[in-house]
């Protein structure tokens, strides 16, 4: 009988109840989040010897439209989406592209502050990786949606 009133109770939240509590979780379970440490090659004949922070990210941009406000934001394809609007890490929803959609519609013509791992070849032919933080600005625009990207929850080489 308890757990019926439980469910009960908790389908008849108000929604500000219910963003309070999300807030809550969020904040416990981003403040249990520890960075992996890997090491890092060194110029020093290619020998791990530092060590720093790599963040996973929980889905990738598989195509940006020209014109769009992806665009404009400086998104590119094939980037790693590593932080959405301090809300979406990676392995902290299911599907986090239902929480991107969601955010998105509830901030157009807002900023959205978007971290993304980027691989660039430097002159050698070596990857290296960068982390960019951009401010994506959901609006409408000549073409579809309010993004103007294709995200994805794997990376299309």
């Known amino acids: 009988m308890l757990q019926i009133e439980e469910e009960m109770s908790e389908y008849f939240k108000t929604e500000s109840e219910k963003k309070e509590r999300e807030k809550t979780t969020e904040s416990k379970i981003r403040d249990k989040l520890e960075p992996i440490q890997v090491g890092v090659p060194s110029e020093d004949k290619g020998r791990n010897v530092n060590t720093s922070n790599v963040k996973i990210p929980f889905a990738y941009v598989g195509?940006?439209?020209?014109?769009?406000?992806?665009?404009?934001?400086?998104?590119?394809?094939?980037?790693?989406?590593?932080?959405?609007?301090?809300?979406?890490?990676?392995?902290?929803?299911?599907?986090?592209?239902?929480?991107?959609?969601?955010?998105?519609?509830?901030?157009?013509?807002?900023?959205?502050?978007?971290?993304?791992?980027?691989?660039?070849?430097?002159?050698?032919?070596?990857?290296?990786i960068e982390y960019i933080k951009l401010e994506l600005i959901p609006h409408e625009w000549s073409g579809q949606g309010v993004l103007g990207c294709k995200l994805n929850l794997e990376k299309n080489i």
């Open 63 to 128: 195509l940006v439209s020209e014109g769009s406000p992806s665009e404009e934001a400086g998104l590119k394809p094939k980037d790693g989406i590593i932080n959405f609007d301090d809300k979406i890490f990676y392995g902290y929803y299911q599907n986090p592209l239902v929480k991107v959609s969601e955010i998105v519609k509830s901030k157009i013509n807002q900023k959205i502050h978007v971290e993304v791992l980027r691989s660039i070849s430097d002159s050698e032919g070596f990857d290296k």
